[in-house]
């Protein structure tokens, strides 16, 4: 791997860690109160609304179709992982 591909994978990694970290801590606050169900529904639904959102509205400009198909894919992966590692804490 080249200087310039670990810097960058890097960066990725340390961007995807804070938005991860920013969003845990907007969820819990938002829908913690409401108790483990409403919790669980709350991230089902934010989930379906943003990889649709992903697929309906994500326009890359100047890209061909491959890549915009791999781009919504992995957008989709994304957030599906990321919501999905979200668990209620009763604490």
């Not at 890097?10 to 819990?28: C, D, G, P, Y």
């Not at 890549?67 to 209620?88: C, D, G, I, P, Q």
Request: with cysteine; proline share 1%.
């Amino acid at each position: 791997m080249t200087p310039d591909t670990k810097e960058l994978q890097t960066i990725n990694t340390a961007w995807q860690i804070a938005i991860q970290e920013i969003l845990r801590m907007v969820i819990r606050d938002m829908y913690h109160c409401s108790g483990e169900a409403a919790f669980g529904a709350h991230i089902k639904r934010i989930e379906e609304a943003a990889v649709d959102s992903i697929y309906t509205d994500l326009r890359l400009r100047g890209t061909d179709e491959w890549t915009e198909v791999v781009v919504k894919e992995r957008a989709s992966n994304f957030v599906t992982t990321l919501l999905t590692s979200f668990t209620y804490d009763s604490a």
